[in-house]
């Protein structure tokens, strides 16, 4: 059995200090009615906690740690620049080279400014749209989460799904008011939304792959169709790709499916397992941001010189190695046929949704499509799922909503070892 002792002790210390005991709500494991961990440290594909059980993570940083944690090359340029000093609120010429290389991977984007967190990027880029069109409204998608930003809040996903929190209290009704959530994968339902909001929507703000409720994937022609749709109606279109950028592949999602938003958010992998955002996009829109335009946007530790350094870094080792992505694409895909072949194989309803090197597990039998799909999955069934793979040493997400991602750090005894472990449950599962 798995002993928390120390994670116990550590939990009860962090409740008299921090709300709920964390700082990030889905890390309170409430979601799958589990003790929830502390993590001490992570080597490559493993982590352990306060109580030296380790695991075999999928959860790796919420999909950050592409390359495995701790990363040698990575956190070595991260300690160089941290020698230098920590944060200077000056600008340094790291910040050209990142932003030269995240130039250099989408074509969509002229210019960049650099932010702290993946929340800041998206509301910075719905400002900007705002600004641009004169308009005030916001088209969003039902479970998409593009941060805790007030208007992207409604019927988002992430913590607030896994919680059971729909939009949260604190919001003002004005807010909600010009925010319009539909359903992922509907372009005619888009296209009448905008005529019953004609000429009063700013932008539509999508992830391009639904990553925070679970992996929902676009269907065929869905992304180009929303593009096109918007910018007959002078719509900006925002792809938030915090957590696909330079995960699904160098070019993120937008390279994938041959499409060009007029803005992208960043985050996770561009700052190297280091907090970072970014938004970039068109010049003429960019270009609104002060100090050239009047869009204000500021922050201490915008670019960051620790985070930027790791995430050139990271970058540039991504780039060098052309096999990179496809090799990780067959990792995952050998994990997920061995989680759907012991599926079948012990008469499981489940639906395993993937692309390149990111997955999630529905119990269903049913295709996951849409928000109201996920919402239909066995949510009791996950739980037992999770409790008991942390039992074999496999950390999935604490949560039925989130998605699992693969590092090039996950090897192939790492791969086998999870799928044993799944097959040793499965078998309890089915029993009972």
Known sequence: MLTLEKSHKLFDKAARSLVGGVNSPVRSFKGVGADMLFAQKARGAYVWDADGNKYIDYIMSW?????????KPV??????????????????????GLAGLVKEHYPSVDKVRFVASGTEACMTAVRLARAFTRRPKIIKFDGCYHGHFDSLLVKSGSGNLTLGIPSGEGILPAYARDTVSIPFNDIELFKKTLEENKEKVACVIVEPVLCNTGVILPKEGFLKA???????????VIFDEVVTGFRLSLKGAQGLWGVVPDLTCFGKIIGGGFPVGAVGGRQDIMDLLAPVGPVYQ?????GNPVSIAAGIKALEILASDKAFYKDLEKKTARLVAIIRKEALANGIALTVNTIGSVFSVFFTDREVMSY???LGADKARYVRFFALLCQEGVLFPPSAFE??????????????????????????????
């Open 372 to 374: 109201a799909d996920t």
């Open 403 to 432: 998605a699992c991602f693969v590092s090039q750090a996950h090897s192939d005894s790492a791969i086998e070892k999870t799928g044993a472990a799944v097959q040793k449950i499965f078998r309890i599962i089915r029993r009972t």
């Open 63 to 71: 999909g950050g740690l592409i390359l495995g944690h701790a990363h």
């Open 226 to 236: 929303l593009v096109d749709v918007a910018r007959q109606n002078k719509v900006i």
């Open 298 to 302: 500021a922050g201490t530790f915008s």
């Open 75 to 96: 956190a070595g340029a991260a300690i160089e620049a941290i020698k230098n000093g920590s944060s200077f609120g000056l600008a340094t010429d790291q910040e050209i």
